[in-house]
């Protein structure tokens, strides 16, 4: 454990108390008063309550779509599995601003809806609500759908025999061994759109704004560091509380679970009932997901293949490399980050699992989390001032994006492989110590094969995440050397049709890379027994 606590906090509570610091400090004292002050406004108590309240409609309805295609995935076998996940996992890893031009596209003037119906939805917490289920339906799929695709169908199978209903038998035994997955799915959903950004920012105009998007202005536009720094303490706070009862619920609810391998309970639909669940979530995946993705493809191409052409010219000014480059670039600190997050949080992980864990390692579980939930603003910024000196003197050093990225995956990480490490019979540990196996046999024998799946699931998510981190990579990133996400960002920033095109272009581009990368992934995960 003293690797993880040593890596959050040299590179997440170090830089974030720096910034902090900064807000509330003159003249050698400090400002407490000014907490008061600034949640006393009225704009800031709406743009708290709006934050929270849109944050649990979207974790609502995220759980609600993507339950279905969670089992769809984890019981159902169905020509195209492989392909279809990587696909339903490229939205998360998309820009934001981005997915957000991609919707108003869809929901604005003169987009598809008010073409066909004359219906518009920007401006609307509708558009809003619809862009996180967007970009959060993988984390459900892939969460839920990794452990449920792992859990006997045998146990389910004999509450039937023993006359249970299907629905009894799915709430009274499948329901409560899900539980874990499903509150770390809604918990990294509710973080995700609690401090978003760029779907509120795009989608929302004038009218809404998060807490993200008020540190952003608070920060770049009226350069009112102080109030940004009371506004990032407040959703520290938050945060924090919301963590620490997740923490306490699930330690509650945990049992030991019988895993079984995947290859074994996945099935081809039978029945009506099947056919109709797996006909629904393809129709899902077509409309909410594949369909933003077809507008922007088909806007990269609005110049024939002129856009793509010009992502190879540097332009000497916003960009000191061609746009292109970005794309080898990212890639390189998306595999570093990887590598760093699937190491800390691994650690985490199986500190965290132990049944002899003292309390103050288990409320580090929920400190893991906080990541998520700060500001990513406050971040980038906090690492430009805290990492400025020896002997971190990390401002020019390129390791600085794949750590910034790698504090987003380790929390991915660990509440992946958590559930699973947690799962595993200590007898079958101690059964191999006693015939005189060593620790680090114990693991490699006994919870490397039982937890290899989600260890590759854990990976997959922190590259992907990696891929499209923006908030605090937008800070740190060199012009010489810029990630997807920052280079989509300046070229949207910047007027012109070629521009846009060529934004348009480099997303698609990196919608692609990613598709890959995730299809590469599957193929890893496929053994010769077809394990999925």
């Not at 061994?177 to 989608?203: D, R, Y």
């Not at 995947?262 to 594949?290: D, E, I, K, N």
């Amino acid at each position: 454990m003293l690797g993880p606590v040593a890596f959050f906090a040299v590179f997440f509570a170090w830089p974030v108390a720096a910034i902090v610091t900064r807000g509330l400090k003159t003249d050698g004292g400090w400002r407490f008063g000014r907490i008061a002050d600034v949640v006393g406004q009225p704009d800031i108590r709406h743009v708290l309550w709006f934050t929270t309240w849109q944050a649990l409609a979207s974790t609502a309805l995220t759980l609600l779509v993507a339950l279905p295609a969670a089992y769809v995935f984890a019981r159902l076998d169905f020509p195209g599995r492989q392909v279809l996940r990587a696909v339903v996992t490229v939205p998360f890893v998309l820009p934001t601003v981005v997915v957000g031009t991609a919707f108003l596209a869809l929901v604005g003037r003169g987009g598809l809806l008010d073409e066909l119906w004359g219906v518009r939805l920007d401006t609307t917490v509708w558009a809003i609500l619809l862009a996180h289920v967007f970009f959060n339906y993988a984390v459900v799929v892939r969460t839920v759908g990794g452990l449920w695709s792992q859990l006997d169908p045998r146990q389910e199978e004999a509450a039937r025999m023993l006359g249970a209903s299907p629905a009894a038998a799915w709430r009274k035994v499948t329901l409560p061994a899900l539980a874990p997955a499903v509150a770390a799915a809604a918990l990294m959903v509710f973080l995700f759109t609690f401090t978003s950004f760029g779907v509120v920012q795009i989608l929302g105009g004038p009218t809404f704004a998060t807490l993200e998007v008020e540190i952003y202005r608070q920060t770049s536009e009226i350069f009112d560091l102080s109030t940004a720094a009371v506004l990032t303490l407040v959703q520290f706070v938050a945060v924090g509380a919301v963590l620490a009862v997740h923490a306490w619920t699930v330690r509650r609810r945990e049992s030991a679970l019988r895993l079984v391998d995947p290859s074994v309970t996945a099935r081809r639909p039978r029945g009506a009932g099947q056919w109709a669940l797996l006909a629904g979530v393809l129709a899902t995946v077509a409309v909410l997901l594949v369909l933003p993705l077809a507008v922007l493809v088909r806007r990269s191409f609005d110049g024939g293949l002129g856009y793509y052409r010009a992502l190879g010219d540097a332009d000497g000014g916003t960009f000191l490399v061609a746009p292109v480059e970005s794309v080898v670039n990212s890639l390189q600190y998306a595999a570093a980050a990887t590598a760093i997050a699937v190491l800390i949080g691994g650690l985490a992980a199986a500190a965290l699992a132990r049944r002899d864990a003292g309390r103050l390692v288990r409320g580090f579980d929920a400190l893991l989390m906080l990541p998520l939930g700060v500001s990513a603003v406050t971040v980038g910024f906090g690492f430009l001032i805290a990492l400025d000196k020896p002997p971190l003197d990390l401002r020019q050093s390129w390791i600085l994006v794949p750590l910034a990225q790698a504090l987003v995956g380790v929390p991915f990480v660990v509440r992946t492989m958590l559930p699973v490490l947690r799962a595993v019979e200590e007898r079958l540990r101690e059964a191999a110590a006693v015939l005189g196996a060593s620790p680090w046999r114990v693991w490699r024998e006994v919870d490397l094969p039982m937890v290899r799946r989600a260890l590759l699931v854990a990976a997959g998510f922190a590259f992907a995440v990696s891929l499209g981190e923006f908030g605090a990579t937008v800070f740190i990133a060199r012009p010489d050397n810029p990630t997807l996400p920052v280079a989509v960002a300046r070229l949207l920033s910047r007027p012109g049709d070629l521009n846009y095109g060529q934004a348009m272009a480099l997303s698609t581009i990196l919608m692609v890379v990613c598709a890959v990368s995730l299809l590469a992934l599957e193929r890893l995960r496929t053994d010769r027994t077809g394990e999925f």
